[in-house]
């Protein structure tokens, strides 16, 4: 008799896990975890299935176990594997990067705005997987990586037009260490963003479970508890006050689809430039033809939202040490805060 597997996939544009959840059935005769996940999971290694075990991803009764661990009928398995290599193409492109640290597991990469993290229908080339493949293997300069083990292994991103650090596994037991950690929320990571408007309060939490708009898919929003999306915590803390505009730091609990673009917007306080949310226009200040064109010159200077991952820690996969990077605002995002700067000490 099978086993009912449900919650598979719990994975996002930031955080790519799958999230397993199987009551075994009460029929079912003792055997070794290891062969009996094999028997069960489709497309799943043994070697996948050992390095979620080395991991601690691997739970019954949400405790960890030993691949000699034999299943007993009614027990709960949950486990929590990086998402598998995706169908599409990957093709090594010699486009820059910038590496801040890389070792035999992992590399860390301060992505720049404008650069999409993975390939995808419609958009095939220039994105940073494509660049690490080449990083990788330049000898295969413009051919397909075939093997899944020479791909590079996303277990988080961040938005096409948000710069900052991203962390990429080298090695599958690198993967699969990495997103236990995003799913056990462990993972420390901060934002810095420049938001419309002037928060009565210099800290706060936002919560609200966010999933696509129902009327745009492009776009997400924020639902009440239940009723659509997941679950969703951005915590955030004045840095800067400009009146008309205010600069913080995010701290997330989860890693959303848009998360900070969207529960900033669903506070009254849309991402500036940020488009997609509301941002790219005058929500704050006057409506002087000078102010107007302050305003648009300062849009000019970032390709969409002022949003940047300032700071990524984690443990290390291998041995467990305390890893943490912290990487400034780009230029463009500087120039913008330069501005504000100077235009607000200029109007008061």
């Not at 820059?96 to 404008?114: F, M, Q, R, S, T």
């Not at 710069?163 to 997103?179: D, P, Q, W």
């Not at 605002?329 to 200029?346: A, H, M, N, V």
Request: hydrophobic letters at 35%; aromatic letters at 8%; one cysteine or more.
């Amino acid at each position: 008799m099978s086993s009912g597997i449900e919650d598979q996939e719990q994975g996002d544009q930031e955080e790519l896990y799958e999230h397993h959840r199987i009551l075994v059935d009460r029929g079912q005769s003792l055997m070794r975890i290891d062969k009996f996940l094999m028997a069960r999971m489709e497309n799943v290694s043994r070697n996948r299935i050992q390095n979620a075990m080395d991991a601690g991803s691997i739970l019954v009764h949400g405790k960890p176990v030993k691949p000699s661990y034999r299943v007993k009928p009614a027990d709960v398995i949950t486990i929590v594997l990086a998402h598998p290599p995706r169908d599409i193409k990957i093709i090594a492109e010699d486009i820059p990067v910038e590496i801040v640290y890389e070792d035999e597991e992992l590399i860390i990469v301060n992505k720049h705005a404008g650069m999409v993290v993975h390939p995808a229908y419609g958009n095939y080339s220039g994105t940073l997987v494509n660049a690490l493949a080449f990083h990788f293997h330049p000898e295969l300069l413009g051919q397909s990586i075939e093997s899944e083990n020479e791909r590079p292994g996303l277990v988080h991103r961040i938005d096409k037009n948000t710069s900052g650090l991203i962390v990429i596994a080298k090695t599958e037991k690198a993967l699969t260490h990495l997103a236990k950690q995003f799913y056990d929320r462990t993972i420390n990571r901060h934002y810095v963003a420049l938001v419309w408007g002037n928060p009565e309060n210099d800290s706060g939490t936002v919560t609200g479970h966010v999933g696509r708009n129902l009327a745009d898919r492009k776009a997400m929003d924020v639902f009440p508890a239940g009723d659509h999306g997941k679950h969703a915590v951005t915590h955030y803390r004045v840095l800067e006050r400009f009146g008309y505009v205010t600069l913080i730091e995010c701290k997330l609990e989860t890693g959303r689809t848009h998360q900070i673009r969207v529960h900033m917007k669903h506070i009254g306080h849309p991402l500036f430039n940020d488009e997609l949310y509301g941002g790219k226009k005058i929500l704050k200040g006057t409506t002087f033809s000078k102010y107007k064109q302050f305003v648009e010159n300062c849009f000019e200077l970032m390709p969409g939202q002022a949003l940047h991952a300032r700071s990524l820690g984690f443990r290390h996969p291998n041995g467990g040490r305390e890893m943490y990077f912290e990487r400034d605002i780009p230029d463009g995002f500087k120039k913008i805060l330069e501005r504000w700067r100077t235009y607000t000490g200029s109007v008061e």
